[in-house]
C-alpha cells in the first residue's frame, strides 16, 4: 500500500546506519521525532463534499486525503501535521478519452476547477486543492485508469500509450516488445507519462536518451473548450510546434489523454563507473569536456565536496571503503573530493567506446577512475533513495531539494550563493542546515545544478512551514538573482510561481496568460499553478 503522508510502499524501509545519524546530528544537533497525525485523525479533517453525485466520481474522505497533497516538503509538512489548507471535494478515476470528457462537463456543469493527477509525485504544490481564494469547488482527476499501451510501431521507433501509465509499467510494456523509453526520473516508481509532459521533466539519462521534450512525440489534449490532437511528424516548419505549449503545461490547458513516444531498442549492455576528482574546479571542467565531447555517454552526476562526503559517510566503515579512501589519498585525492559517475547504453562496441574516451578526459582533469562498484550499487538503489526521505523526518530531519540550470561559466559561483543562502538560511533562530550538491544533467552550454538541504523539524508544524519557506525564499531569490532558471525539471506549481516572471518577461507572461484563456476560458482548470 502507497504511503498516505510520506514517499513510496509502506513496507519498503530504508535504514540508517549509525555513522549516517551521527554525522547527522554532528551536522544539525540532535533530531526530536514529530508528533504526527494519524490516518484516522487525518480522515476525520476532511469536510463534507459539495459536489453532486457521478458514477466516475468518488467522494470517499480517504480518497481526497490521498489525493490532497504531492510531495514536497510543505506537502508532507501539511498531512503530517493536519495543517492540509484545502481537500479535493471529489476524485473521478475515468478509464477512457471518453469519460475524461464526461468530466470536464460535469466539471464545466458544476462550475469546479479542475486538477488533473498523475502519480501525485509533484514537489512544487501542483496538486493542492487550496486555490489562492478560489470558492469554487475541487475536482481531482486521477488518471491512474488510463494507462495502456495502445500502439508500439517498431517500424517507426514509436509507441503510443495512454498518459497515466506509470513508469515501471511502460518500460515492462516496451522491454517484452525489445524496446525502452530510457526515461528514468527518480520517482518512475510512482509518476506517470502525462505527469511527465506537464512538468517537462528529466530522467536520469537525460545525456543519452534526452528529456522528456525530445521524447515526446505527439498526442491527445482534452481541453474545457475541445479536443487538441497533437499529429506525430518527424520534424515539421508548419509554425510553432504546439507540443511545447502542451509540455510544462501543468494542467492549465487541459488533460493529456494519450502520448506517442519516441523508443529505442533495448540497449545491449547497460555500465557504470565511478571516479575521484581532487576537487569541484577539476570535477567541473571534466563533466563539462565530457558534455562536450559527443561520446556516447547516457549519464553523469557530478557530487560536489559536501554530498562526496556524506555518500561516503552513508557508506558505512568496511575495510574495502577504508582502501579505497587510503588509496585516493596516495593519488592526491584528499579532503575537498568530488565523485563523478558515469555511465553508457547501447551496443557492446559502442559502450566500450565511450567509457574509454570518459576515462580519458577524466585523467586529462586529474580524475582517478574506481571502476564500476560504486555505479553497480547507484544503479541498485537509484530509486530507492526517496525512502531515506521517509526515516530521517521519523528522526527529526525534513529533507527538501531544489534545483536550477545556468551556463558553465555561472555554476561555482551559483552552487556556492545557493548553498550558502541555505545554510545560512535560519541563522536567526540558531538552527543549522546541512546542504549539499550534486550536477546531474548537463548540456554544451550549461548545467543542472541540484541541491538538498536539511534542517530540523520543530515542535509545531506551523515553525516547520515558516523554516521551509524561509529557506525556500531565499534560495529561489538567490537562483533566480544569479540567472538561473526557477526550475529545471520539477515545474512551477505554487511553490515557484512568483519566480517565473523573471525568467518570461512581462510579453511572455501574458502570451501564457492568453493560451489558457483559448484553452480554457472559465479559468477551471488547475488555477493557481504555474501562473
Ligand atoms: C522522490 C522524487 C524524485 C523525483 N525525481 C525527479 C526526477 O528525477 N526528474 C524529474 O523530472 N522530476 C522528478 N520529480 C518530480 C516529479 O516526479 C515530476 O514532476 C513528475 O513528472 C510528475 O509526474 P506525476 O505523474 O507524478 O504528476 P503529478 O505530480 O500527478 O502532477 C504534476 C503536474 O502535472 C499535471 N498533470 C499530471 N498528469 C497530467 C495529465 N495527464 N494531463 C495534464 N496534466 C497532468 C498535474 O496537474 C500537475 O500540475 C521527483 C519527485 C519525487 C517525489
Redesign the pocket.
Known sequence: MRRWNG?GDDSVHYPVTPETMAFLEKKLGPGKPPKDISLSEAVAGVPVSRLPEHPLISTDALERLRHSA??SLADWINLRGGTVPAFPDGVAFPATEREVRAVLRYAQDTEARV??????????G??SAGSDNDRRPALTVD?GRINSLLELDEANHLATFE??V?GPALEKALRVMGFTLGH????HE???????????????FSLGYGR?ERLFAGGM?ETPVDSLPLPVLPASAAGPDLREIVLG?????????RAAVRVKPLPEVESFHAAFFPGLEQGVAAVRDLARSSLPLAMLRLSLPEETDNILTQAGNSPALKLLKGWLNIQGVKEGRCMLLYGAVGGRKQVRRALSGAREIIGQRRGVSVGAGPGRKWQKQRFLV?YL?NTLWEAGYAVDTLETAVTWSRVPATVQAVESALRNGLRDIDEKVYVFTHLSHVYTHGSSIYTTYLFRVADHPAETMRRWKQLKTRASETIVSYGGTISH???V?VDHRAYLEAEKDDLGMEMLRSICRTMDPAGMM?PG??L
Do not use: C, D
Open positions: 514517499w504531492g510531495q486538477i488533473p493527477y498523475g502519480g501525485g509525485t509533484s514537489v512544487v501542483h496538486l488518471m498518459a497515466g506509470r528514468y526520473p527518480q520517482s510512482y509518476s506517470t507519462l502525462g505527469g511527465w509532459v506537464a512538468t517537462r521533466s528529466a530522467g536520469q522528456i489534449v503545461s501543468e494542467g492549465r490547458l487541459g488533460i493529456i489523454t526517496p526521505r525539471q520539477h515545474g506549481g488547475n499553478k504555474l
